[in-house]
């Protein structure tokens, strides 16, 4: 089992509606998870961290943390042409400093 | 404005050749790193420093080189053992020594002549 896994898509949703994207991890005792966006061709780009189980909401974006399932998602509300990217997943894995990103899922937002 | 400026932004490396991909950073973070991207593949760890005159190898060193005399620079070579080297690359920092990368160049896009 890879150590982050992400669907890579493409995920395309109509202009308005929620994006979905998902990412699943493998060690249990990890601590820290982040998104970043990766506009084609350009670097990425820290846009949530979430800590604790629940919701985290900043904006359009929501991000979902289950520990017990080791799953994290991300949830774009109102989705717009200019949210279509690649999302890459990232986890602070167990206690220490392994820091991993996954594949990313490219999303693609149609007007 | 502060930032991480990494050049040349395309790079073309002939068989056997070492080439040198320069990051500078002007946001005085201790850390910096060094990030290769393959299509549909994500950010793997080739090296990192947390402070000036120390690095370490991250998940896929070999074939790279780094050195660390100044904060702000952190150039990574890309010697002729690496045998596969076409790929995206990434520099980044933080301002933390954490191993989370917060900012990111550009890159670098490296091809096989």
């Known amino acids: 089992q890879k150590e982050v896994e992400q669907n890579s898509g493409p995920l395309s949703v109509p202009e308005g509606a929620i994006a979905s994207l998902n990412c699943t991890y493998s060690d249990r005792v990890s601590q820290s998870f982040f998104w970043y966006r990766q506009y084609s061709g350009k670097s990425p780009e820290l846009i949530m961290s979430?800590?604790?189980?629940g919701d985290k909401e900043d904006g359009r974006f929501t991000a979902q943390l289950n520990k017990a399932s080791q799953y994290v998602s991300l949830l774009i509300r109102d989705s717009q042409p200019s949210d279509s990217a690649t999302y890459l997943c990232a986890v602070r894995l167990g206690y220490g400093q392994n820091f991993v990103f996954g594949p990313g899922t490219r999303l693609s937002v149609l007007p | 404005d502060g930032g991480i400026t990494q050049s040349p932004k395309y790079l073309f490396r002939k068989e056997g050749q070492n080439v040198t991909l320069s990051c500078e950073q002007n946001?005085?973070?201790?850390?910096m790193y060094w990030y290769r991207q393959d299509p549909g593949q994500g950010l793997r760890l080739i090296y990192y420093?947390?402070?000036?005159?120390?690095?370490q190898k991250g998940d896929i060193a070999e074939g790279y080189s780094v050195s660390r005399e100044k904060k702000e620079s952190f150039p990574l070579t890309v010697t002729s053992a690496q045998k596969n080297p076409t790929a995206f690359y990434l520099c980044a920092s933080s301002n933390d020594r954490a191993l989370q990368p917060q900012h990111f160049g550009d890159g670098t896009r490296l091809s096989i002549l």
């Open positions: 946001l005085n973070h201790d850390a």
């Open positions: 420093s947390q402070i000036v005159n120390d690095f």
């Open positions: 979430i800590y604790s189980n």
